[in-house]
């Protein structure tokens, strides 16, 4: 069946750097995408959303980029900081559920 | 409203033991979701609530899984004759109804099953 992945198991930046996290996603009838960052310990935390209708969409220090042509979804961090080092997850919102991919853990170096 | 609250954090059953499971979901949210989620892996998606209403079952709820959501409030899983590969962090998590923002996690039951 279709579903959400991740080009890269693992990422290590410097503090100060931007981050990129990728996602690819299958269901090209996917309307609705999610970035969660977790912490050991914790649940998913929502960072951002958007729908498919947007090819971007910024918060606060984080940025989610959306191709639908190459059914493509990544999240950039700026100046990314040691209290971003978790894992970070991209989930495809269907009608009823939410699918999530395998994860990319981000680790900070100081 | 403190988001959503699962209890209990941890939980050490033997096998063939039965489990249950609580979640209390943010008040307002008429959606309730049960995940699993096992180490390096992204959460699974397990069932879901509408209100009181259960609305779809994924495969891996075995019959040994039960889920409940008796007044569209707290929700509890329940699962019988406990194995190993049970062993895992179940999440809950909650939302409105379109989702919007997302859905708001607990922190998770943490089961090992020995």
């Known amino acids: 069946g279709e579903s959400v992945g991740l080009h890269l198991p693992t990422l290590s930046v410097q503090e100060g750097d931007n981050s990129i996290i990728n996602c690819a996603y299958s269901?090209?009838?996917?309307?609705?995408f999610i970035w969660y960052k977790q912490e050991s310990g914790k649940g998913p935390q929502f960072i951002i959303d958007?729908?498919?209708?947007?090819d971007k969409r910024q918060g606060q220090r984080v940025t989610v980029l959306l191709n639908k042509t190459v059914k493509h979804l990544s999240l950039q961090i700026a100046a990314t900081q040691p209290g971003d080092s978790a894992v970070y997850f991209c989930a495809e919102n269907n009608a009823d559920d939410m699918r999530f991919g395998a994860g990319t853990r981000l680790t900070v170096k100081p | 409203d403190t988001g959503v609250s699962q209890d209990p954090r941890h939980k050490i059953t033997k096998r063939g033991q039965n489990v249950t499971f609580r979640c209390d979901p943010i008040s307002e949210h008429n959606r309730l979701y049960w995940y699993r989620q096992t180490l390096g892996q992204g959460p699974e998606f397990l069932t879901y609530?509408?209100?009181?209403?259960?609305?779809?079952k994924s495969r891996l709820l075995s019959d040994r899984f039960s889920a409940e959501r008796p007044k569209g409030s707290f929700s509890t899983l329940e699962i019988q004759r406990t194995e190993q590969g049970d062993s895992a962090m179940y999440l809950c998590a909650s939302s409105l109804d379109p989702v919007a923002g997302g859905y708001t996690f607990g922190s998770g039951t943490r089961l090992t099953v020995v």
């Open positions: 269901n090209s009838a996917s309307d609705y």
């Open positions: 609530f509408q209100n009181e209403a259960q609305l779809e």
């Open positions: 958007i729908r498919s209708n947007m």
